[in-house]
């Protein structure tokens, strides 16, 4: 960071739009060429983000360069206000830098517009946030059955149903999300983001609003889903123990990559 500002809300950026799901699955990780080499199924080329404010300009991310191959799991870590949460937005194309470029499965993001990057994550990519970020006014079925109803899957009950189970949430099925826990919820998030079974998954201080024991279940469940879907993961945390069970951490520091 070179220069901090006051009020973050005078910055004129782009807010990243909430994750998508919508049209066709699209680019498949047999697709990758280009920036990203043999089983890599993200890259980032000198990614950058700065904006323009009342006290000049602000580098939130200095370039950066980084890959994740097809299978991996990987820890973004650092202190608060490092930049972890702005580049995993770049990373997914949720946000748009002001240098270089991702290659996210194949597809360089600078090429793609908005619904184009829309359709990307819709069938490939999953998330999973802090605040669980579940429609309220939907079941838990329903929230689940939604990035398969809108890449037009069939069977969207059965296959989120099956899911719902592998959670360990079946009997849940028809909650909303206000009539769950903290770790129910998150849990429901788990397996909205992984019932169309992404290639690449990313989470962003995903036990961040859980206590400790609930944290550690959703850990173990995150890591057990990815074992029998096979994603990448790409998670952002200041949580040890779930650094710990990743296979590899990048460690960040005023908005640049210091080692990793
Ligand atoms: N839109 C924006 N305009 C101006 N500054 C911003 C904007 N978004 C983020 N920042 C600043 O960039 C820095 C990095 O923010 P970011 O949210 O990426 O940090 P973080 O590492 O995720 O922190 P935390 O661990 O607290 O979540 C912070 O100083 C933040 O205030
Ligand atoms: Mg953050």
Redesign the pocket.
Known sequence: ?TT??DS?DA?E?TDGEPPSVQGDAAAAVGQIGGLAGDGVVLAASDVGKR?H?PEGE?V?LSELNMQVNGGEALAIV??????????LGLLAGLDTPTSGDVELLGQSLSTLDEDERARLRAGDVGFVFQNFQLLPGLSALENVMLPLELVGAADADGQARQMLAEVGLDHRAGHQPLQLSGGEQQRVALARAFVSRPAILFAD?PTGNLDGETGKRVIDLMFSLRESRGAALVL?T?DERLAARCDRRLL?SD?RLVAG
């Not at 650092?78 to 580049?87: A, D, H, I, M, V």
């Open positions: 960071m901090r500002a973050p910055f950026v904006v404010g602000l939130i650092g202190p608060s206000g490092s930049g972890k949460s702005t580049l201080e952002v200041h960040m908005g």
